[in-house]
T-cell receptor, first 114, second 113 residues
Framework: NAGVTQTPKFRVLKTGQSMTLLCAQD?????MYWYRQDPGMGLRLIHY???????AKGEVPDGYNVSRLKKQNFLLGLESAAPSQTSVYFC?????????????FGPGTRLLVL | AQSVTQPDIHITVSEGASLELRCNYS??????LFWYVQSPGQGLQLLLK??????LVQGIKGFEAEFKRSQSSFNLRKPSVHWSDAAEYFC???????????FGQGTRLTINP
């Protein structure tokens, strides 16, 4: 039982390049989330999903797209990376909404955009 | 809108000393409150959570937190810290119909030997 895993762990991009971050969970959780963490700002929600085939915008969705084609996977895409997207990205999952259940976090992906 | 404030960006305590990390939230109804801990280079781990009932909540690693509605606070405490408690601590509120958590800015805890 690996919990929540994220791929890759670290990536360097040039401005304008695209990439996809993969999140996978093996806990059969319905809900999945993508956050970004920046110094002094805590974690901010980018997008989330309440089930396979569904996605919704969070607090800071601009510049990102997501897909949830399979229940266990949640992909975060950057179509044209910008230096402002340099951050640490965390994926999380929970079995129901965050009001009642724990969110389980992955180890993070560190992204540097030059 | 919901919000969480952690007034202390960085706290340093000596090993064996007591600890209190402050958290204030803004929400109209009864909030659901969480404390998470993040060790360097790691993801977040849940320490404890409050949904209802007893306002003093026990968590893992010897931590506890007290919900005080009148002060809109959910402070985290530990009677005696260990060097392994050095980490960043995040308070979060889950509230309303949205399926999300709103996090505070975090408090970095340093332990002096």
């Amino acid at each position: 039982n690996a919990g929540v895993t994220q791929t890759p762990k670290f990536r360097v991009l040039k401005t304008g390049q695209s990439m996809t971050l993969l999140c996978a969970q093996d806990m059969n959780h319905e809900y999945m989330y993508w956050y970004r963490q920046d110094p002094g700002m805590g974690l901010r929600l980018i997008h989330y999903s309440v089930g396979e085939g569904t996605t919704a915008k969070g607090e800071v969705p601009d510049g990102y797209n997501v897909s949830r084609l399979k229940k266990q996977n949640f992909l975060l895409g950057l179509e044209s990376a910008a230096p402002s997207q340099t951050s640490v990205y965390f994926c999380a999952s929970s079995s129901t909404g965050p009001r009642t259940e724990t969110q389980y976090f992955g180890p993070g992906t560190r992204l540097l955009v030059l | 809108a919901q919000s969480v404030t952690q007034p202390d960006i960085h706290i340093t305590v000596s090993e064996g000393a007591s600890l209190e990390l402050r958290c204030n939230y803004s929400y109209g109804a009864t909030p659901y409150l969480f404390w998470y801990v993040q060790s360097p280079g790691q993801g977040l781990q849940l320490l404890l959570k409050y949904f209802s009932g007893d306002t003093l909540v026990q968590g893992i690693k010897g931590f506890e937190a007290e919900f005080k509605r009148s002060q809109s606070s959910f402070n985290l405490r530990k009677p005696s810290v260990h060097w392994s408690d050095a980490a960043e601590y995040f308070c979060a509120v889950g509230a309303g119909g949205a399926q999300k958590l709103v996090f505070g800015q975090g408090t970095r805890l340093t332990i002096n030997p």
